[in-house]
């Protein structure tokens, strides 16, 4: 018994792993499956909140739990860009073996997450009303859109905090735990979703509530786990407190990355006004086709994520070479993966958005717009997998300039002209998604080629 209790003790306080040395196809595949599969639970969240809204409350709660998606993206993003900051600096440590320089890094970071959960709720709130106005919600959907938003950005906080937390445990290799969370969270989000809905009646709201409700719990675990754990990642109250010279290096790296991913959602919430020109079926296809697009993002997503921790812990003993390899061998894998689901994804199309919503108009743009739009995603592995990699080796600014210049400004130009001197008709502007990809994936792999992205290592 005293063996077993042992063992179990050992498996729930160190989970890390080393990507210094090993076989690096083995190592990515091991840090990136559960993380594949933390990420399609992660999905969920959202996705069961659509489908039940979009199957038991109404076709206008359907369109408002979807069209908020960029105004949570735009402030999740930015902290999620932070949060990479903080990864690739405990990962540089880990990999330096520096055991007090990520223990510093991990306090830092969480003294962060906390001070930013009360700015980002506040900031969450208040700017719902404008944000809603700014996209052009229709009046049909505009007072559920807002009820969800509120209650979303109120708990907001248990979400901060299992990101930083979940991020923290993968930059040392350990994406096991948080998937086993996002697991149980998720489970947990069904239920609820079930229970507030059908059982109670609260409508969008009620599965607000069950999101928030779940992220709490995933966040309490990941805090659990941090502060049990006998590797370097221990969080101790004591400790608790802002080291500067840490706090620079997380800026560094985390403000590109959080301003790319703020400003590109944003300019999300720019499409989104476009397609909501269309009216509510066309909202109602474009949720269904978002709900898809995101889980057919989940593999070069998570692979983008294995090579931040491959290439920040090489990099971090200066194995230049190595790093190289894994970055290969991360694209490799993704475009292999995303050319495997894009065929059944293109064939089941309808299938796939009645899922979410049986209405024949919102099947129909649905279908459209996954059957238009699937068959570029092989580009965004490109885009995605080595911007991972530059800022796993501290340099997220390229990055961020690239994305910036191809999601923002570029798409929005291609918006603006479409529309106004060639047809403005939906196909035009859902191919504004496609046009970006391909601008930032040929950018960013010029910029892998010839820049000397390996002299941004963080850690001295």
């Not at 998606?69 to 932070?82: E, K, Q, S, T």
């Not at 859109?145 to 930059?171: H, K, P, Q």
């Not at 090579?307 to 090489?314: C, E, I, L, M």
């Amino acid at each position: 018994m005293s063996g077993g209790t042992a063992t179990i003790k050992k498996y729930l306080t160190r989970r890390d792993v080393d990507m210094t040395s090993g076989n690096v196809y083995g190592l990515l595949i091991r840090f990136a499956v559960p993380l594949l599969l933390g990420n399609l639970f992660q999905q969920l969240y959202n996705t069961v909140d659509t489908w039940v809204v979009g199957n038991y409350v109404g076709k206008e709660a359907f369109s408002a739990v979807g069209t908020v998606n960029p105004i949570l993206n735009m402030l999740i993003g930015f902290f999620m860009g932070l949060s990479t900051g903080a990864g690739v600096v405990i990962s540089q440590y880990y990999g330096a073996k520096q055991a007090e320089k990520v223990s510093q890094t991990v306090h830092t970071a969480l003294v962060m997450t906390m001070v930013l959960g009360v700015v980002f709720t506040a900031v969450g709130v208040g700017m719902t009303p404008l944000m809603l106005t700014f996209m052009k919600t229709p009046a049909e959907v505009l007072l559920e859109a807002r009820t969800y938003l509120t209650i979303y950005f109120s708990g907001i906080f248990g979400l901060m905090v299992y990101n930083m937390g979940a991020g923290i445990l993968r930059a040392v290799g350990d994406s096991q735990r948080p998937f086993y969370f996002l697991v149980l969270s998720a489970s947990l989000n069904i239920v609820l979703d079930l229970l507030f809905v059908l059982a109670f009646r609260m409508g969008v709201a009620g599965v607000a509530y069950a999101t928030i409700l779940s992220q709490g719990i995933s966040a309490v675990l990941v805090l659990a786990v941090l502060f049990r754990a006998d590797n370097w990642c221990r969080v101790s109250v004591k400790k608790l407190r802002i080291h500067w010279d840490v706090l620079k290096k997380i800026v560094r790296v985390g403000i590109p990355a959080a301003i790319q991913m703020a400003i590109t959602a944003f300019s999300n919430v720019f499409v989104q006004s476009y397609i909501n020109y269309f009216g509510a079926d066309c909202m109602g296809g474009w949720t269904a086709y978002t709900k898809i697009d995101a889980f057919l993002f989940l593999p070069m997503q998570s692979l983008s994520l294995g090579a931040t921790t491959f290439v920040g812990q090489n990099l971090g003993i200066q194995n230049v070479e190595r790093a190289r390899q894994g970055i290969g061998a991360a694209l490799r894998i993704s475009m292999l993966i995303t050319l495997g689901i894009m065929a059944p994804v293109l064939v089941f199309a309808p299938y796939l958005v009645r899922f979410f919503n049986d209405a024949p108009e919102v099947v129909r743009y649905g279908t459209l717009f996954l059957r238009l739009i699937t068959p570029f995603y092989v580009l965004c592995c490109i885009n995605q997998v080595l911007s991972g990699s530059l800022r796993g080796a501290g340099d997220s600014r390229a990055p961020m300039l690239i994305m910036l210049f191809s999601f923002v400004l570029f798409r929005q130009v291609y918006l603006f002209i479409v529309t106004r001197y060639i047809s403005n008709t939906i196909i035009p502007v859902a191919m504004g998604y496609p046009a970006g990809w391909l601008m930032c994936s040929a950018v960013t792999y010029l910029y892998y080629r010839f820049a000397h992205w390996e002299k941004h290592r963080v850690v001295e």
